[in-house]
Nanobody, 120 residues
Framework: EVQLVESGGGLVQPGGSLTLSCVVS????????MSWVRQAQGKGLEWVSG????????TYADSVKGRFTISRDNAKNTLYLQMNSLHFDDTAIYYC?????????????WGQGTQVTVSS
């Protein structure tokens, strides 16, 4: 059974930083590209960032480019998202999904997500 467990969210002031983690099990993590996506209240799902299985390629949505950094530790079955210079509109529930690209994420397996709230 595929399991994705996100953590690290919280309340942060504008300009602040957070690091999200996603621990996975039930599949061979190192064989899959991975992505972070987010959903703000009342809005659709937004793909945020992706990383290939070998950590040699990363991509970002324009809205987070230069502020967020995706990484992974295949030995720990863990995906990360370092978020800096947070804006109000980064407020959302963040999820990790299998699949590196916006077009190829696997939306059949979801974790509980982790809430990020940017507020003063």
């Amino acid at each position: 059974e595929v399991q994705l467990v996100e953590s690290g969210g919280g309340l942060v002031q504008p300009g602040g930083s957070l690091t999200l983690s996603c621990v996975v099990s039930g599949f061979t993590f190192s064989s899959y590209g991975m992505s972070w996506v987010r959903q703000a209240q009342g809005k659709g799902l937004e793909w945020v960032s992706g990383i290939n299985r070998g950590c040699t390629s990363t991509t970002y949505a324009d809205s987070v480019k230069g502020r967020f950094t995706i990484s992974r530790d295949n030995a720990k079955n863990t995906l990360y998202l370092q978020m800096n210079s947070l804006h109000f509109d980064d407020t959302a529930i963040y999820y990790c999904l299998r699949g590196e690209k916006r077009e190829t994420v696997d939306a059949t397996s979801w974790g509980q997500g982790t809430q990020v709230t940017v507020s003063s």
